[in-house]
């Protein structure tokens, strides 16, 4: 905190700022954006605006999601608790309806102990009963989330399509737009990013310090997008995508069927068998380009948004945070969309944004370190992060820090005056990246995810993607290590909502130094089998055990 003192005295000097400075943070959170985006090395991605506003920032190469499914995953990370703990695997529960989990969220921690305005703009909590049709208000938020009044036309039949065989505009999954045309003449996250911009004109006279949470909805299914943005992703760009199949070694229990895409009126055409009949390759290159072009509308959003904070000043004491609920999958594996435990499913961009004050702040005013995060080059971190972690990592740069849930002390569970993280603050990561000039900090030793399934085979009903609690009847656990994944699939008790580690399944383990796209099972290969013991002991004993 000496730093801290030292800054204020800085500002006070300098600028004559209150010397009760907290900064801001603008939380944006794409819905179901893996890293497809040119800071991430993407080659097929445009996205200019946020790769800008990746540079003199931290990007985190390895940050995983503690479920591949919206509500679970936002939930997880606005709790910071994992969905084990929750018990909270699909849409149709809020937490707080248990009362023993009645658990504090980052907003309202923020609001009530930091003096913070909280705003939710677009989505960040899942919508429905798993924010009881509210968004958690109003214990996690200061004013009236808002939400696009065009939500309502999300599955109007407005796609347009220059491909012979759909004519006539539809309630497609590629869906390229002509904005003016469709209903309201505008979309959801333009008006999103309209209300984002006036809560920011607001705050330039308020005192307090805000978090302002923006979901943008795409590149959430449909992909639904302003036409032109399709110019910059040509499909003769996007090469076939490798190993289209479904790899013979991995158990079907790891299948998503992909039910919600068979659902729009594009797909359907396509006459495909369940859940088993892939879509052909060169449909699958025309969703793949209408994802990229959606992520590029997102992008182009996102820098507008930036460019605001700038004009109003807010900028200088800003914390911006970009990331996402969890991947998707394109075309990987055969597979489509989220709902499993692949790489794909799991991993999230995750950038931290640091204005120039807080850079002094963990830094130590050394001015050498001081121009290594002001070279405008990118800080890539290597360490492995959850986005458990977020919670105690924004309250740590709110100078409130939440503790770890301890095991012992069951009063930390719901006590809301002093709620506890099942992650870990990442300040130090970043702290130790410049103290150090180095971006491989030895961290926590594995990220941890599960998926459950309500049969061994993919099934429609009950739906093999989105199971509801009393249909699961398997959960798979993986972990994602430095070099490996492991995923395990077990029984899953209905009567004691716990799985069983006696009763394995399946299981898989990839070699991410050869095989990146998870393709090769090596469970079975004696080669690796010291090493799968090893992992596998680190899946079981859990993330406590995996902490730095
Ligand atoms: C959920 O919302 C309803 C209706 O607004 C309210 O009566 C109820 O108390 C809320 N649930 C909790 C746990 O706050
Ligand atoms: C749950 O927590 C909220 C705010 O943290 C509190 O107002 C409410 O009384 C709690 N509900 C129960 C049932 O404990
Ligand atoms: C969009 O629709 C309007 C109204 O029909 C038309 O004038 C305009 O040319 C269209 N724009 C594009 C890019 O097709
Ligand atoms: C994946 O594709 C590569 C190159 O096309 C091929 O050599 C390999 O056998 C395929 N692997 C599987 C598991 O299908
Ligand atoms: C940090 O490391 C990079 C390469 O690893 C080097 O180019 C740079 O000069 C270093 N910066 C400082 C301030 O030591
Ligand atoms: C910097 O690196 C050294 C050696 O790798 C390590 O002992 C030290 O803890 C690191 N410093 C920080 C702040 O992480
Ligand atoms: C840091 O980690 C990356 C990725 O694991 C690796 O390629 C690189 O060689 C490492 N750098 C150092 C200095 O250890
Ligand atoms: C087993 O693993 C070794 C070491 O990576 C590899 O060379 C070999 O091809 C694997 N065997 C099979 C059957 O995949």
């Not at 709620?419 to 150090?436: F, K, R, T």
């Not at 398997?474 to 004691?496: C, D, E, I, P, S």
């Given at each position: 905190?000496?730093?801290?003192?030292?800054?204020?005295?800085y500002?006070?000097?300098?600028?004559?700022?209150?010397?009760?400075?907290?900064?801001?943070?603008?939380?944006?959170?794409v819905?179901?954006?893996?890293?497809?985006?040119?800071?991430?090395?993407?080659?097929?991605?445009?996205?200019?605006?946020?790769?800008?506003?990746?540079k003199?920032?931290?990007?985190?190469?390895?940050?995983y999601?503690?479920?591949?499914?919206?509500?679970?995953?936002?939930n997880?990370f606005?709790?910071?608790?994992?969905?084990?703990?929750?018990?909270?695997?699909?849409?149709?529960?809020?937490?707080?309806?248990?009362k023993?989990?009645?658990?504090?969220?980052l907003?309202?921690y923020?609001?009530?102990?930091?003096?913070?305005?909280?705003?939710s703009?677009?989505?960040?909590f899942h919508?429905?009963?798993?924010?009881?049709?509210?968004?958690?208000?109003?214990?996690?938020?200061?004013?009236?989330?808002?939400?696009?009044?065009?939500?309502?036309?999300?599955n109007?039949?407005?796609?347009?399509?220059?491909?012979?065989?759909?004519?006539?505009?539809?309630?497609?999954?590629?869906?390229?737009?002509?904005?003016s045309?469709?209903?309201g003449?505008?979309?959801?996250?333009?008006?999103?990013?309209?209300?984002?911009?006036?809560?920011?004109?607001?705050?330039q006279?308020?005192e307090?310090?805000?978090?302002?949470?923006v979901?943008?909805e795409?590149?959430?299914?449909?992909?639904?997008?302003?036409?032109?943005?399709?110019?910059?992703?040509?499909?003769?760009k996007f090469?076939?995508?490798?190993n289209?199949?479904?790899?013979?070694?991995?158990n079907?229990?790891?299948?998503?069927?992909?039910?919600?895409?068979?659902k729009?009126?594009?797909?359907?055409?396509?006459?495909?068998n369940?859940p088993?009949?892939?879509i052909?390759?060169?449909y699958?290159?025309?969703?793949?380009?209408?994802?990229?072009?959606?992520?590029?509308?997102?992008?182009?959003?996102?820098?507008?948004?930036?460019?605001q904070?700038?004009?109003?000043?807010?900028?200088?004491?800003?914390?911006?945070?970009?990331t996402s609920?969890?991947?998707?999958s394109?075309g990987?594996?055969?597979?489509?969309?989220?709902?499993?435990n692949?790489?794909v499913?799991?991993r999230?961009?995750?950038?931290?944004?640091?204005?120039?004050?807080?850079?002094?702040l963990?830094?130590?005013?050394?001015?050498n370190?001081?121009?290594?995060?002001?070279?405008?080059k990118?800080?890539?971190?290597?360490?492995?992060?959850?986005?458990?972690?977020?919670?105690?990592?924004?309250?740590?740069?709110?100078?409130i820090?939440?503790?770890?849930?301890?095991?012992?002390?069951?009063?930390?569970?719901?006590?809301n005056?002093?709620?506890?993280?099942?992650?870990?603050?990442?300040v130090p990561?970043?702290?130790a990246?410049?103290?150090?000039?180095?971006?491989?900090?030895t961290?926590?030793?594995a990220?941890?995810?599960q998926?459950?399934?309500p049969?061994?085979?993919?099934?429609?009903?009950?739906?093999s993607?989105?199971?509801?609690?009393?249909?699961?009847?398997f959960?798979?656990?993986?972990v994602?290590?430095?070099?490996f994944?492991?995923?395990?699939?077990?029984?899953?008790?209905?009567?004691?909502?716990?799985?069983?580690?006696?009763?394995?399944?399946?299981?898989?383990?990839y070699?991410?130094?050869?095989?990146?796209?998870?393709?090769f099972?090596?469970q079975?290969?004696?080669?690796?089998?010291?090493i799968?013991?090893?992992?596998?002991?680190?899946l079981?004993?859990?993330?406590?055990?995996?902490?730095?």
């Amino acid at each position: 905190m000496l730093a801290r003192a030292l800054l204020q005295l800085y500002l006070f000097n300098l600028f004559l700022f209150p010397v009760e400075l907290k900064p801001n943070f603008l939380f944006i959170v794409v819905d179901d954006l893996r890293p497809a985006l040119g800071c991430y090395k993407d080659p097929n991605a445009y996205t200019p605006n946020i790769d800008k506003l990746a540079k003199n920032s931290f990007l985190f190469n390895r940050a995983y999601a503690q479920q591949s499914l919206c509500a679970p995953s936002r939930n997880s990370f606005l709790t910071s608790r994992r969905p084990d703990t929750l018990l909270l695997y699909d849409f149709n529960n809020y937490w707080r309806d248990s009362k023993d989990k009645n658990f504090t969220t980052l907003p309202q921690y923020l609001k009530e102990k930091g003096g913070y305005v909280t705003k939710s703009i677009g989505k960040i909590f899942h919508p429905g009963i798993s924010s009881n049709y509210s968004d958690d208000s109003p214990y996690s938020w200061s004013e009236i989330p808002f939400h696009p009044f065009t939500n309502k036309y999300k599955n109007a039949p407005v796609c347009f399509d220059d491909s012979s065989y759909l004519n006539n505009p539809a309630s497609n999954l590629v869906c390229p737009v002509n904005v003016s045309t469709t209903p309201g003449g505008i979309l959801p996250d333009m008006e999103i990013l309209e209300a984002a911009k006036t809560f920011l004109n607001h705050q330039q006279s308020n005192e307090n310090p805000f978090l302002l949470a923006v979901g943008f909805e795409k590149p959430h299914i449909p992909l639904k997008y302003p036409s032109h943005f399709k110019s910059y992703h040509p499909l003769d760009k996007f090469i076939d995508i490798k190993n289209y199949s479904w790899p013979k070694n991995i158990n079907n229990i790891a299948y998503n069927p992909w039910i919600d895409l068979r659902k729009r009126h594009d797909i359907k055409l396509l006459n495909l068998n369940f859940p088993w009949e892939k879509i052909s390759m060169n449909y699958a290159k025309k969703i793949i380009q209408s994802y990229y072009s959606a992520v590029s509308y997102i992008d182009y959003l996102i820098g507008i948004l930036i460019k605001q904070l700038r004009i109003l000043k807010l900028d200088t004491n800003t914390i911006i945070i970009l990331t996402s609920d969890h991947g998707w999958s394109l075309g990987e594996h055969g597979l489509w969309a989220k709902y499993s435990n692949f790489d794909v499913a799991l991993r999230v961009p995750l950038i931290i944004s640091l204005p120039d004050d807080d850079k002094l702040l963990i830094n130590n005013k050394n001015d050498n370190e001081y121009k290594f995060i002001k070279n405008n080059k990118i800080t890539r971190i290597n360490s492995i992060v959850e986005l458990v972690d977020l919670f105690p990592t924004i309250t740590e740069f709110a100078e409130i820090p939440i503790p770890i849930c301890s095991i012992v002390d069951k009063s930390q569970i719901i006590n809301n005056n002093n709620p506890c993280s099942e992650g870990i603050s990442i300040v130090p990561v970043i702290a130790a990246a410049i103290a150090n000039n180095s971006t491989n900090i030895t961290w926590k030793k594995a990220a941890f995810s599960q998926y459950p399934r309500p049969s061994l085979e993919p099934m429609l009903k009950p739906n093999s993607d989105e199971p509801k609690l009393n249909e699961i009847k398997f959960m798979g656990y993986t972990v994602r290590t430095k070099r490996f994944r492991y995923t395990a699939w077990l029984k899953f008790n209905q009567n004691k909502k716990k799985s069983n580690w006696n009763k394995f399944i399946a299981e898989e383990l990839y070699d991410h130094n050869f095989d990146p796209n998870e393709i090769f099972n090596q469970q079975n290969n004696d080669s690796y089998r010291k090493i799968k013991q090893k992992i596998k002991k680190l899946l079981k004993n859990g993330w406590r055990k995996a902490l730095p």
